[in-house]
């Protein structure tokens, strides 16, 4: 089962940024947070991972709080193109052979 | 462009027909893994290969499913004597490697095919 738990849908206006919270409460010291997301009939894109400090790069910024038992994705500019769904996946990597363990996601809607 | 693709893209099958659906991997990478992703849901892991060899089958739904990696480079996802409850998208991932050292190497998927059982 997912050890997530997201919003299951979200709107942002075009332009402004969209913050996509996720919690993970039971996240365990050698788990990591990623960060997926799936544009309608598309195979899911990585966005972003993180273990315990924040990081950026070129599509998004992924903010994880003090006691990694949440974390906020961030897209700081949403376009018309940032719909989809995006998957917040908690990712033990030494047991489970890197496999990734989806949730319900949460659809996010970017509006004109 | 050099990312994953998958053949053929959509399928339909009659209930009780077998299916053979194919994976081709970023070359070069070592690990492959298949979904399966039903309407509304998030993708789901079926098994998974460090170059030719099976190591985790665990989500592989019933023996009716069969998955192999022969030369370690494409893959080939098979079903036999279809149900409608097989109706998904099957996706196909693969990354650099999964090292015991546990690297955060990124999954690259394909787009995935349709299935649909009548």
């Known amino acids: 089962d997912a050890k997530t738990t997201q919003p299951p849908s979200m709107d942002c206006a075009e332009g402004r940024a969209a913050n996509l919270p996720c919690n993970h409460s039971t996240i365990s010291g050698n788990e990591y947070v990623y960060w997926y997301r799936q544009i309608h009939s598309q195979g899911p894109q990585y966005i972003i991972h993180?273990?315990?400090n924040n990081e950026t790069n070129e599509m998004a910024s992924l903010i994880i709080t003090e006691d990694r038992k949440s974390s906020t994705l961030i897209l700081p500019h949403a376009t018309l193109r940032d719909t989809a769904v995006y998957y917040c996946?908690?990712?033990?990597?030494?047991?489970?052979?890197?496999?990734?363990?989806f949730g319900q996601g949460t659809e996010l809607s970017v509006k004109p | 462009g050099a990312g994953v693709s998958q053949s053929p893209r959509y399928k339909v099958a009659k209930r009780g027909q077998d299916v053979a659906l194919r994976c081709d991997p970023i070359?070069?990478?070592?690990?492959l893994f298949w979904y399966q992703q039903a309407l509304g849901q998030g993708p789901e892991f079926l098994t998974y290969f460090q170059n030719e060899a099976q190591l985790d089958k665990s989500g592989l739904p019933s023996d009716r499913f069969f998955a192999e990696r022969p030369e370690g480079s494409v893959s080939t996802l098979k079903i036999q004597r279809t149900q409608q409850e097989d109706s998904a998208v099957y996706l196909c991932?693969?990354?650099?490697?999964?090292?015991?050292?546990?690297?955060?190497?990124?999954?690259?998927f394909g787009p995935g095919t349709r299935l649909t059982v009548l």
């Open positions: 996946i908690v990712r033990d990597l030494y047991n489970q052979g890197g496999k990734l363990i």
């Open positions: 993180g273990l315990k």
């Open positions: 991932a693969s990354s650099r490697i999964v090292g015991l050292a546990g690297t955060t190497d990124t999954q690259y």
């Open positions: 070359s070069g990478h070592v690990s």
